[in-house]
């Protein structure tokens, strides 16, 4: 099974800060691999997928980058409902698996 | 508008089994996946296996493999998943997600079933 990793687990920031999630995988997988924002009690939301195609609807304040083994997460200026647990997953082999998620606080 | 609508919680003890249903509308209900998807409390998100609507073919994580089930009625656009002999780690809210191939890029999702395991 591949493996995700995220840092870092937890960050706090500023509004308007521009903030960095990085994913890993454990081996390459090319550039399948998506990004999830999800709040307390609530289902995943698809942010960005294929590494950084934004989903529809998203704001464009969100962005992806990254191929192989490593991806990263960049939100251009934090705002107050970006809040949330962020979760990196790949969809390149069964099992898909998720990172552990990295928890976004807004200072 | 695209809708996934999950059935309500569940109390079970540890050997029972459990069905969660996962009613769809507002798409054509075989032309996505369905992919099951689960959260221990506190914990992170975990990938059960999917289902095509369309076929009814099925792949399942081999950690469930055995254990869980999953149909569909394309009469009623609804998935389902069965988890049997349930244990107490089985513990955990249980997510439907729509995809429209068999990899799991879950742009719709289900509100979630919150199963309970308990003696």
């Known amino acids: 099974d591949i493996q995700m990793t995220q840092s870092p687990s937890s960050l706090s920031a500023f509004v308007g800060d521009r903030v960095t999630i990085t994913c890993r995988a454990s081996?390459?997988?090319?550039?399948?691999l998506n990004w999830y924002q999800q709040k307390p009690g609530k289902a995943p939301k698809l942010l960005i997928y294929?590494?950084?195609t934004l989903q529809s609807g998203v704001p464009s304040r969100f962005s992806g980058s990254g191929s192989g083994t490593y991806f990263t997460l960049t939100i251009s200026s934090l705002q107050p409902d970006d809040f949330a647990n962020y979760y990196c997953?790949?969809?390149?082999?069964?099992?898909?698996?998720f990172g552990p998620g990295t928890q976004v606080e807004i200072k | 508008q695209v809708q996934l609508v999950q059935s309500g919680a569940e109390v079970k003890k540890p050997g029972a089994s459990v069905k969660v249903s996962c009613k769809t509308s507002?798409?054509?209900?075989?032309?996505?996946?369905i992919h099951w998807v689960r959260q221990a409390p506190g914990q992170g998100l975990e990938w059960m296996g999917w289902?095509?609507?369309?076929?009814?073919?099925?792949d399942y994580a081999s950690k469930f493999q055995g254990r869980v089930t999953m149909t569909r009625d394309t009469s009623m656009s609804t998935g389902y998943i069965e988890v049997n002999r349930l244990i107490s780690d089985d513990t955990a809210v249980y997510f439907c997600?729509?995809?429209?191939?068999?990899?799991?890029?879950?742009?719709?999702w289900g509100q979630g079933t919150l199963v309970t395991v308990s003696s």
């Open positions: 294929g590494a950084s």
């Open positions: 289902i095509s609507p369309k076929s009814g073919d099925t």
């Open positions: 081996q390459s997988i090319i550039r399948d």
């Open positions: 507002g798409y054509t209900f075989t032309d996505y996946y």
């Open positions: 997600a729509r995809a429209s191939r068999w990899e799991l890029v879950g742009d719709f």
């Open positions: 997953q790949h969809s390149f082999n069964i099992p898909f698996t």
